[in-house]
């Protein structure tokens, strides 16, 4: 059992599509991720239960058992896989991951009268204040590109407020992020705020964040290849505008006799009826309407 569950709340999936724990006082949160996730727990036979997260300390939930898996955006880096030493001597990551999911970039936000200002990397790189969410890619771009330390905030989200209200100049989030609710003209922050592109910042990939050493990566694979094949990835992105990015080829190896484990992670997901996914707020991926 999760070491921290007090209350067993009960899933039911609604005629939307969209889950809600019945006696929970909240709905899960909806988005690609989310939904991608409960047709997997729905092909295991388990419930899902989606817990809001601190991002900077993802690994920790994961060592923990607090979550079973970090689904939410997650940038696969080989520092996160292999792990690292952080400045206070802590290791940080040593994570197994599932295979590459979505396509996905750093770009930097910042107000709509200050994308002329901010065109390029130098004129960046002058710029007083940074801030991104803590624990982030965006935030290890900050302090790699720009050779700055930013602002930490606890969702990604809230670098549009740090933005708009000019607490800090410019944010970094991820490019997926900034199209819902920049780019696109429906987006909230779309009169208000510009997204430029960061000079040399390469393209980065998603993908599922386990413990190391479990056995839910490749059993999570099969899965992933299974939802593929049926189609369910491509109709899941194709409803948040996210068909030109996800890498369904990465999943093309769908083995109908796969032997599923009996041990390890994957017999506790079915032991204890559920699988708990931490995320933070994130549209498209994990967020509420």
Request: aromatic share 12%.
């Amino acid at each position: 059992m999760k070491k921290f569950l007090a209350v067993i709340c009960s899933l039911a999936v609604l005629a939307g599509g969209i889950a809600m724990f019945a006696g929970c006082n909240s709905k899960t949160p909806i988005g690609f991720d989310i939904e991608l996730a409960q047709a997997v727990a729905d092909k295991i036979g388990v419930k899902l239960r989606c817990e809001e997260i601190n991002w900077d300390t993802k690994e920790a939930e994961l060592e923990n058992h607090s979550i079973d898996m970090a689904w939410n955006g997650f940038t696969y880096t080989e520092a996160r896989d292999e792990g690292y030493t952080d400045e206070d001597g802590n290791k940080i990551g040593g994570l197994d991951f599932s295979n590459l999911y979505m396509r996905n970039r750093q770009v930097a936000v910042v107000k709509k009268e200050n994308a002329e200002k901010y065109s390029t990397l130098e004129a960046m790189k002058n710029a007083p204040s940074f801030t991104a969410e803590s624990g982030s890619a965006g935030f290890t771009t900050i302090q790699e590109v720009f050779g700055k330390t930013p602002t930490g905030v606890v969702r990604q989200v809230n670098v549009f407020t740090e933005v708009t209200a000019g607490t800090s100049e410019i944010g970094v989030i991820d490019a997926v992020m900034a199209g819902y609710y920049i780019t696109a003209e429906t987006g909230a922050y779309h009169d208000s705020l510009a997204v430029v592109q960061i000079e040399g910042v390469e393209e980065e990939y998603y993908a599922i964040g386990f413990r190391e050493g479990s056995n839910l990566p490749a059993a999570f694979n099969n899965i992933l290849a299974g939802l593929v094949e049926d189609g369910t990835m491509e109709r899941i992105a194709e409803k948040y505008g996210l068909q030109d990015v996800i890498m369904p080829e990465n999943f093309t190896d769908y083995d109908a006799n796969y032997a599923y484990p009996t041990d390890g992670d994957y017999q506790e997901l079915i032991n204890d009826g559920e699988m708990v996914l931490g995320y933070t707020i994130f549209a498209p991926m994990a967020y509420f309407e």
